[in-house]
């Protein structure tokens, strides 16, 4: 996802630089490369010092925290860093590997945050919280809340059902100053994609991944209202003042937040928390087309216009459920043949019978809330990346058995 403007956002780095050796100080001091690279590139040079055990003694007799000795180290680091080179080919890696890292920090803050810092631990000591945030130019609020936590409670390590808590509170309280302050809170998601590809307009699926990050529920749906009834595929800062506007206008609370006495779900919270306190409008009662990657058939060829499968339209699936509270479709009833056979290889490494299980529990779901839950399960079982291609299309396939479900009257 998003393969084009990470590329480019890549050559566009690179393209700068065409010598066989490249100094990190020319990289610092160049004003018109993203402040998110030079920190990235900063960064890889203060952990190859801190592999070469600078301002470390090895044999553990000498005492390097005196004030004079800890300045001295600071001088030398300073004077390595500025005389390192990149070699080209080490510089091209470098370009490519932030460049990933970038998208995926702007764009899924919570999500790379956990992922990157915790590194499928449980707890982390403060000095690896440290060497993290070295990476971490934007949302510096971030590394600066687990700071001042921590200071606070005398601690000195972070386990991650803490941070959950904690990362949820600061979005709670970004998403309770807009639209008041958007820009300050959009501004490096817009930069991002206007240095990538020279657009001043973000993609609608990434405003939408953004705000899902942060568990805002109904300004996702707003923003997916645009894209697919409206047919905006992309936003800029005008339009989605106006949709947050429209969201702050509700009589009741519109963005769904973790409150802060909910215990935060053990897996990653990588998806909304669908939770919708207002009425649909009529026009949001009809389920979202499926998007083209979800509608490929064996020719290759997107199906005529139409809205949601039924039964009939996806032959050889089961059809509908028995009527009660959980959805009448089941999840199958809304792939093609194709997307599925995808699916089972690239979510569950070809094993039809864990996908047959997790499609018996998605079926079970009552709403899109629970069906949420277990898809991040399915996605940390099977180390997938949520960002994926067909990561995506599987969340987008259980997200229309629910808008069908409400859009037909049942609870969602």
């Given at each position: 996802m998003f393969e084009k403007e990470i590329s480019g956002y890549a050559f566009n780095i690179s393209k700068r630089y065409t010598g066989d050796?490249?100094?990190?100080s020319s990289l610092l001091s160049d004003a018109e490369l993203p402040d998110d690279f030079k920190r990235f590139a900063e960064a890889e040079v203060d952990e190859l010092i801190d592999r070469e055990g600078v301002g470390a003694s090895k044999s553990g007799r000498l005492d390097m925290s005196g004030p004079e000795i800890q300045s001295l180290v600071r001088e030398i680091r300073h004077i390595l860093k500025n005389s390192y080179e990149f070699s080209r080919e080490e510089f091209l890696e470098l370009a490519d590997k932030a460049s990933k890292f970038v998208f995926n920090y702007v764009i899924r803050p919570h999500w790379t945050l956990e992922k990157f810092m915790f590194k499928g631990e449980q707890e982390i000591d403060r000095a690896s919280i440290n060497r993290a945030s070295r990476f971490l130019s934007c949302y510096s609020y971030y590394p600066r809340g687990i700071t001042e936590y921590l200071d606070f409670h005398g601690k000195s390590s972070l386990d991650i059902e803490t941070w959950r808590k904690l990362h949820a509170k600061?979005?709670?309280?970004?998403?309770?100053?807009?639209?008041?302050?958007?820009?300050?809170?959009?501004?490096?998601?817009?930069?991002?994609?206007?240095?990538?590809?020279?657009?001043?307009?973000?993609?609608?699926?990434?405003?939408?991944?953004?705000?899902?990050?942060?568990?805002?529920?109904?300004?996702?749906?707003?923003?997916?209202?645009?894209?697919?009834?409206?047919?905006?595929?992309?936003?800029?800062?005008?339009?989605?003042?106006?949709?947050?506007?429209?969201?702050?206008?509700?009589?009741?609370?519109?963005?769904?937040?973790l409150p802060s006495s909910?215990?935060?779900?053990?897996?990653?919270?990588?998806?909304?928390?669908?939770?919708?306190?207002?009425?649909?409008?009529?026009?949001?009662?009809?389920?979202?087309?499926?998007?083209?990657?979800?509608?490929?058939?064996?020719?290759?060829?997107?199906?005529?216009?139409?809205?949601?499968?039924?039964?009939?339209?996806?032959?050889?699936?089961?059809?509908?459920?028995?009527?009660?509270?959980?959805?009448?479709?089941?999840?199958?009833?809304?792939?093609?043949?194709?997307?599925?056979?995808?699916?089972?290889?690239?979510?569950?490494?070809?094993?039809?019978?864990?996908?047959?299980?997790?499609?018996?529990?998605?079926?079970?779901?009552?709403?899109?809330?629970?069906?949420s839950k277990v898809v991040e399960g399915i996605f940390i079982d099977n180390d997938v990346d949520p960002f994926s291609k067909y990561a995506v299309a599987f969340t987008d396939v259980v997200s229309a058995k629910f808008r069908s479900t409400r859009g037909s009257g049942e609870k969602a």
């Open positions: 050796r490249i100094k990190l600061i979005d709670e309280h970004l998403l309770s100053t807009l639209p008041a302050k958007l820009s300050s809170l959009t501004a490096s998601l817009f930069g991002l994609f206007e240095f990538a590809s020279g657009n001043e307009k973000v993609p609608s699926d990434a405003m939408a991944l953004f705000f899902r990050d942060k568990s805002a529920a109904d300004i996702v749906d707003r923003i997916e209202f645009a894209r697919d009834v409206k047919n905006i595929p992309s936003l800029d800062v005008m339009t989605l003042a106006m949709i947050l506007e429209a969201a702050s206008k509700d009589v009741s609370q519109n963005v769904a937040v909910e215990e935060p779900p053990k897996e990653f919270r990588t998806f909304e928390r669908q939770k919708v306190s207002h009425p649909l409008r009529p026009e949001e009662a009809v389920p979202r087309a499926v998007p083209d990657v979800m509608r490929e058939t064996p020719g290759g060829q997107a199906p005529p216009e139409h809205t949601t499968p039924t039964p009939s339209s996806a032959q050889g699936h089961p059809g509908p459920a028995a009527e009660g509270k959980r959805s009448a479709q089941s999840i199958r009833t809304f792939m093609s043949a194709k997307l599925e056979e995808k699916i089972l290889k690239k979510i569950f490494r070809g094993s039809r019978s864990g996908y047959q299980i997790a499609v018996y529990r998605l079926d079970e779901s009552s709403d899109w809330q629970s069906a």
